[in-house]
């Protein structure tokens, strides 16, 4: 399985960001979200279930960014909006025979990362 992340950029806080995660082959895993900011450890963002009915968000996103895939193009999306300086890291998708887990460990494969820097 491989995963390809795309759309991080420099956006002004406040400002709106949409991630893609494009997977192939086609993958009926539950998806995660990660981030990795400088210096700190990798943390959970947002998992969607493999139909997309289910989505969790950690706490710090919670009404901000939304999850979201696309079966049928093989991709799924993070929508990040109300984007703040600390929301700056690297984001990872990543995939999981579980859905809803938050460990890192627990998500087999994983794209490459994009950035994302939040900042005026």
Partial sequence: VQ??????GLVQPGGSLTLSCEV???????????RQAPGKEREFVAAISWSGATVQYADSVK???????DNAKNT??????SLKPEDTAIYYCA??????????????????????????
Avoid: C, D
């Fill in 3 to 8: 995963l390809q992340a795309s759309g991080g």
């Fill in 24 to 34: 192939s082959p086609r993958t009926f895993s539950a998806m995660g979200w990660f």
């Fill in 63 to 69: 009404g901000r960014f939304t999850a979201s895939r």
């Fill in 76 to 81: 799924v999306y993070l929508q990040m909006n």
């Fill in 95 to 120: 995939s999981s025979k579980l859905f809803g887990v938050v460990l890192p460990i627990l998500y087999e494969h994983w794209g490459q990362g994009t950035l994302v820097t939040v900042s005026s």
